[in-house]
């Protein structure tokens, strides 16, 4: 019979009967109790510790349920034989949490991730996700459509026709939580055994996720129109990345023959696909927004991909797949497999978001804000014209800087660092064998989204001292 | 020169300009305007259309851009030469979006998926969520940390060391929306070209996940503590998914004994991991919560997975993982390459409902109402000790009835199926060759967290009835 030492605390926060399984656990896994041995009966246990019965029988069932001991029908508790102990030897240390590293400050930062949060209509969407929020949707609390609510895919598939040509039925779009979990999605649909062609420079966060995934990538020259259709055939792809309405970084449009040449390509063999990325068609400063490609696509060899997270926030976790109906039939199966992404009261919300204008209006306010901004530093950027011209600045948030006085790159970031000021380069864009090395290409990127007027105003200033200094 | 014949509605909503772009690229798209063929100067057609010039030069630059014309500088505009056109020969059908099937109605649904959203703390929710959304929030709508929020992680390190022995840092914890997507992920990260021991009946949501994610799959049997080692040592297996607190759908608790030789399992062989999958560990009726297995893994060996899916509501999307700390080290790159999918604002909210004690008043609370349930169902399944028995209750939202009369579970079902009530079969719980064929198990599965106590009482009765009849 073991004798027990437990002195329990009643004044602590952790009730009894778990002080005494915490004892007798620890004495276990330290060898103090030895496999085999008896414990003492509840009723003796009780006695001494001068705790109710219940408690120590509680106490005992927790280690009965984990493993420690094993109860012996009419003869009481005995400690389990458990081989491995020495797990328990050594004591883990604490492990104190690592504050993650603040990025180095800048005071003008022209980065082209971000969006101009100003315009973005809190009170609308606090107001909806509080209607969404009412009692009486108790509903959406529970799981829904692995494809994402139905509404919202009816929503999004008139917005796409009314403002992007793309023709579907809500039953080819799927919504997910951003566009990496999408083509983590579609890269499970269409497995990962093929070659996928980009362009270069190209938008490289889809490119480092398609490394990631396995894919073999090729990259595919580029002329004024776009990715060249010619040495696509020649690459041995089977899927085309591309952003036909503004390629990024250059902010080239793709002209209808390129885009019909590139369907021609993808009809010519089974199982070529086209990945249209449609990230940020919505602002365009000049005519309407250039229709996506999906909406000339009669062979089902588009698969376009949308987001909300540029044109509402980047914190809206929304994108959406339309998928062509020919890969649909084969990968339903897969697409009910993985749960919805997106809480359903997030997709509600936006629902009502789009369904009630909203959006329109909240889209109609950015066109004005950014071409504002736009316009200014167009405007501002022409002082510079001796030293540099301005290319893709059509559409979008960003547009490229090319040095045209030998200053590279590198030099041209470093200056403007000095006067705090952060632009970036474009040949951090580049992929594949192409790729100059970093810092000696002649082009720079400027995003303006985060950027307010007046400091569009104050950081060209410091551009032009910085690049006009001797 | 090209005889352009636009009758313009000035009425239309649509603008001028639109109307004269979408005339002339539909002349172009059917081949009414060739290649080659000069357009009428801007001048000469806004003359013509009695419209301001500038209405005119946006049509054109609009058809400029989208490649349908050419400008010729000093000559004017001209079609340009687009090989593929018969691409718009054909006219898509109108694709009427498909309505979704409803699911045949069942008066009793003992379905083990669901959970009680009876107690989930709506009032709560929505004001966390509207403080989260205050104007002075604005940072949260951008972009967030791609592993999940820091302060979000540091609550989840603190819940997970008090609630159930998991010993983390914050860095090791990843957040994302549900477990299929950190199980899509951790698939980029250990890539899947290994074997996945199971044990059967399991989990059969994430044995279908790592299906089409193309793992080698293989059953490893179970005894009374769970999965057989040994067999597990044979099987080649280099990762072993298993439900330690709680197997599902059995409800075995793994005692220390197996969880140690798990643990000597993993740790004989580099590249060998446990998944722990601690699905729904916190509802337990008896006794605390059993441990989690991370807890005793001290070579780390245990990536482990949870949910607030199953103890807060389904469709708040967040699961996440917590890595172990030599696993972290090679796969950084592939975690900070795949964006967060989880909204900001709900990340947000989830750590106020952690850290202001809310989950903690939810959780007992829960506790309490499935608590009388359980109750209420193995009061009432008693008066059917004659024709089965009832395992697997000691925690969760569910519990086996194993027939001991002989009946199948196809005739089981298919009696209660008549008196409105839907109970499941275990056996679409097994995987691999061992799986009997569909029905012809002697075990159903009862989950109780969506019926009400009224609803329970009724329905065991319709289950006599049923079940007794001659």
Known sequence: MQE????????????????IYHYI????????????????????????????????DLAYEQLLSEGYLESVPCKGYY?????????????????????????????????PRGIDLEGFPYGTWRKLTRNILLDDNKELFQLGDPKGEWELRETITRYLYQARGVKCSPKQVVIGAGNDYLLLLLSVIL??????????????????????????????????SGMEVS????????????MPSHQYPLGIVMPIKRRLELLSWASREEGRYIIEDDYDSEFRYKGKPIPALQGTDQREKVIYIGTFSKSIAPA????????????????????????????RIDQMTLNH???????????????????????????????????????????GVHLLVEFTNGMTEKEAIARARAEGVRVYPLSEYEIGASKPRSGEGVTVILGYATLSEEELFEAVKRLAGAWHAP
Request: charged fraction near 25%; aromatic fraction near 8%; glycine fraction near 8%.
């Open 231 to 242: 040495a696509l055939e020649d690459s041995g792809a089977r899927i085309a990345y591309v």
């Open 316 to 343: 809206i976790r929304i994108s959406y797949l339309v998928l062509p109906n020919g890969l649909l039939g084969s990968c339903e199966e897969t697409l009910l497999s993985f749960s919805s992404t997106v809480s």
């Open 79 to 111: 400690v389990c034989q458990i081989e491995d102990l020495c797990h328990f030897k050594e004591e883990t240390e604490e492990r104190m949490p690592v504050l993650p590293g603040k990025e180095d400050f800048c005071a003008y930062d022209f980065t």
């Open 191 to 224: 497995g990962t055994d093929h070659r996928i062609a980009m362009e270069t420079p190209t938008y490289k966060h889809a490119y480092q996720i398609f490394e990631q995934l396995g894919y073999a990538l090729c990259t595919v020259p580029m002329d004024a």
């Open 353 to 395: 978001f789009l369904k009630d204008g909203h959006f329109e209006r909240h889209l109609n306010r950015m066109r004005t804000i950014y071409g504002r901004k736009h316009e200014i530093l167009l405007g501002e950027l022409k002082k510079l014209s001796g030293i540099c011209k301005v290319t893709g600045e059509r559409a």
């Open 25 to 56: 656990k620890q004495d276990i896994q330290r060898g103090r109790i030895r496999a085999g041995e008896k414990l003492p009966s509840g009723r003796a246990l009780s006695a001494c510790l001068e705790v109710s019965r219940s408690t120590v």
């Open 4 to 19: 027990l030492t437990i002195s329990l605390n009643p004044k602590s926060k952790v009730p009894l009967y778990e002080q």
